[in-house]
């Protein structure tokens, strides 16, 4: 199916609005064309159907810096990014290499199907001797010009992006196998210690290394769910069995600090299908704030219902949410501890709504206090 902007769309606005038609072919125009390309942020070009350069803002970027702009034009997007399969003008595209170019690929498909496509690009560059490695992600779409399909061809820098991804794959990888060789080493202490009065220092030495193990997954479970790669693991849970992780998890958490926890308003015991292990990290969230938001010596209460084919589980403070900062509740990275912050609200909309099929949401009044609550199907 086509899509996109088509001759007769462009006929149509021309006669609705003659006031706003651009008419490309002068060179007052063309050079107006050529603006608008150097005032966007993207490395952007409009190529014609044997991909070769008709005007682009290349030269904004660095590996193409020393061209100029008369050497763009009429070359292929490889030929001006010195990509290194390109040997002489002309290789563009003809290369055994090229069939996995997602410049090239991503083109071909825009202009085989006409319409916009997305893909992205490894690119290795070779300039004065060098070598340099690209990571591009391609958006390609057609635009038409007297009646002629020509391809918008737009290319975002996403090289740091890239690297800092795998950097944190090595990273977690890495740290959860040494956490793990530390938790076995507590373990072996727990099992072998003989000396009443260590008993309560290895617990809670093992308490600590829990929560940096859980602390570290939910790291690496928010960026998961954040890039849509998130797998969920349904089961069948009890209600009760959620509170009491979450119960000792926070207990034990320094941000309790003289602050007491009330579960006692759990009283049903019910069964739900759920990720318990995602509907523990919203609860531990709330519940952390909910500390942070009591005064020492002050309760937060973790309660659960169920209504219907609805299950409720909520987390209370006596504090007051200041209006400026509700409206701006969930938002990522908003935060009124500083810069770094901000995460917590945020995860539990991610995780509640987009992932668990619930809903996320809070009340805060004088008299009240605050409440965060999660409402989600049972799942049977």
């Known amino acids: 199916m086509t899509s996109g902007i088509t001759p007769g769309s462009l006929l149509s606005a021309e006669k609705l609005y003659p006031e706003l038609y651009v008419d490309f072919s002068s060179a007052e125009n063309l050079k107006f064309m050529q603006e608008v390309l150097d005032s966007s942020p993207l490395i952007s070009a409009i190529v014609n159907q044997n991909r070769q350069i008709v005007i682009?803002?290349?030269?904004?970027?660095?590996?193409?810096?020393?061209r100029s702009l008369e050497e763009l034009i009429g070359r292929r997007p490889g030929e001006v990014l010195f990509c290194?399969?390109?040997?002489?003008?002309?290789?563009?595209?003809?290369?055994?290499?090229?069939?996995?170019?997602?410049?090239?690929?991503?083109?071909?498909q825009s202009q085989l199907q006409n319409r916009m496509i997305t893909g992205e690009c490894r690119l290795t560059s070779i300039e004065n001797s060098l070598t340099n490695?690209?990571?591009?992600?391609?958006?390609?779409?057609?635009?038409?010009?007297?009646?002629?399909?020509?391809?918008?061809?737009n290319l975002a820098d996403i090289s740091n992006e890239k690297r800092n991804l795998a950097?944190?794959?090595?990273?977690?990888?890495d740290i959860m196998n040494r956490l793990g060789a530390f938790a076995g080493i507590i373990d072996?202490?727990?099992?072998?210690?003989?000396?009443?009065s260590l008993h309560e220092y290895i617990d809670l030495l093992e308490t600590i290394g829990e929560m940096v193990i859980e602390e570290i997954k939910f790291q690496r479970e928010l960026k998961a769910a954040e890039n849509h790669e998130l797998i969920l693991d349904l089961k069948d849970n009890f209600s009760f069995e959620i509170i009491e992780s979450v119960r000792k998890q926070i207990l034990y958490n320094p941000v309790m600090n003289s602050r007491n926890l009330d579960t006692?308003?759990?009283?049903?015991?019910?069964?739900?299908k759920t990720d318990s292990t995602l509907l523990r990290r919203v609860l531990l969230n709330m519940a952390k704030n909910a500390a942070e938001a009591t005064?020492?010596?002050?309760?937060?209460?973790?309660?659960?219902?169920?209504?219907?084919?609805?299950?409720?589980?909520?987390?209370h403070n006596p504090g007051v949410i200041p209006p400026d900062v509700k409206l701006q509740i969930f938002q990522r990275s908003f935060s009124t501890k500083g810069m770094g912050r901000g995460l917590g609200t945020y995860s539990m909309k991610l995780f509640g709504e987009n992932y668990l099929n619930g809903k996320v949401y809070f009340t805060s009044d004088e008299i009240s206090?605050?409440?965060?609550?999660?409402?989600?199907?049972?799942?049977?």
Do not use: W
């Open 56 to 66: 682009s803002n290349f030269r904004r970027h660095e590996i193409v810096k020393s």
């Open 167 to 173: 950097l944190e794959n090595v990273f977690f990888h």
């Open 188 to 196: 072996i202490i727990k099992r072998e210690n003989r000396q009443e």
């Open 133 to 153: 490695f690209h990571d591009f992600k391609v958006t390609c779409a057609p635009v038409y010009f007297n009646g002629v399909m020509y391809t918008f061809l």
């Open 295 to 315: 005064a020492q010596k002050g309760t937060i209460t973790i309660f659960c219902t169920q209504h219907s084919e609805k299950v409720l589980f909520s987390v």
């Open 264 to 272: 006692t308003g759990c009283i049903n015991n019910f069964k739900i």
């Open 84 to 108: 290194l399969n390109n040997k002489k003008n002309g290789d563009c595209g003809t290369t055994e290499n090229c069939q996995f170019c997602g410049i090239n690929q991503t083109l071909k």
């Open 369 to 380: 206090g605050t409440t965060f609550t999660i409402e989600l199907p049972t799942g049977s």
